[in-house]
Antibody
Framework: EVQLVESGGGLVQPGRSLRLSCAAS????????MHWVRQAPGKGLEWVSG????????GYADSVKGRFTISRDNAKNSLYLQMNSLRAEDTALYYC????????????????WGQGTLVTVSS | SYELTQPPSVSVSPGQTARITCSGD??????AYWYQQKSGQAPVLVIY???KRPSGIPERFSGSSSGTMATLTISGAQVEDEADYYC??????????FGTGTKVTVL
């Protein structure tokens, strides 16, 4: 059974950094692209970032470009999101999601999702 | 900037058909995907590549796309189908985005 477990969320002050992790199990992690998607309290879904199976192709939403960095460690079956220069508007539940294909890009989309980790940016 | 526009809400009686639309200028050339999100839960993929249904998704869920509009249809809606539904696609440059979301009420 596919399992995705996010961690690393919490309360952080504006301007500070936070690193989210996603532990994957139940599938061959390095066969699939992965995504981060967030949802602000009471709001809709926002795609944040995606990464191909070998980290060769990466994309970011304009709202986080230059501040967030996605990465993965296939040996550890783990996905990461380094979040710098955090803003109040980054407050959200952050989901890790498995793609249904290896490559990130055209035709790439989130398939199976984790339960999310909450990030709150506030002074 | 590019948007995928959905109606904020749709109401349907149990056993009737609910149709949720998603409008976007790039949809004639890009696939649409649909996610169901029940209260307090993570989203679940219910339709991919316009009209394909993942294993385990009931047959009452179907999808179609024509021109700049994709549609998710719930035929014979059940009380348990009450949820928020989001379409997903990419813009003409391949940048992913979600639709604005539709709250489906079954009563």
């Amino acid at each position: 059974e596919v399992q995705l477990v996010e961690s690393g969320g919490g309360l952080v002050q504006p301007g500070r950094s936070l690193r989210l992790s996603c532990a994957a199990s139940g599938f061959t992690f390095d066969d699939y692209a992965m995504h981060w998607v967030r949802q602000a309290p009471g709001k809709g879904l926002e795609w944040v970032s995606g990464i191909s199976w070998n980290s060769g192709s990466i994309g970011y939403a304009d709202s986080v470009k230059g501040r967030f960095t996605i990465s993965r460690d296939n040996a550890k079956n783990s996905l990461y999101l380094q979040m710098n220069s955090l803003r109040a508007e980054d407050t959200a539940l952050y989901y890790c999601a498995k793609d249904r294909a290896r490559d990130y890009g055209s035709g790439s989309y989130p398939g199976k999702w984790g339960q999310g980790t909450l990030v709150t940016v506030s002074s | 900037s590019y948007e995928l526009t959905q109606p904020p809400s749709v109401s349907v009686s149990p056993g009737q058909t609910a149709r949720i639309t998603c409008s976007g200028d790039a949809l004639p050339k890009k696939y649409a995907y649909w996610y169901q999100q029940k209260s307090g839960q993570a989203p679940v993929l219910v339709i991919y590549e316009d009209s394909k249904r993942p294993s385990g998704i009931p047959e009452r869920f179907s999808g179609s796309s024509s021109g700049t509009m994709a549609t998710l249809t719930i035929s014979g809606a059940q009380v348990e189908d009450e949820a928020d539904y989001y379409c997903y696609s990419t813009d003409s440059s391949g940048n992913p985005l979600f639709g604005t979301g539709t709250k489906v009420t079954v009563l």
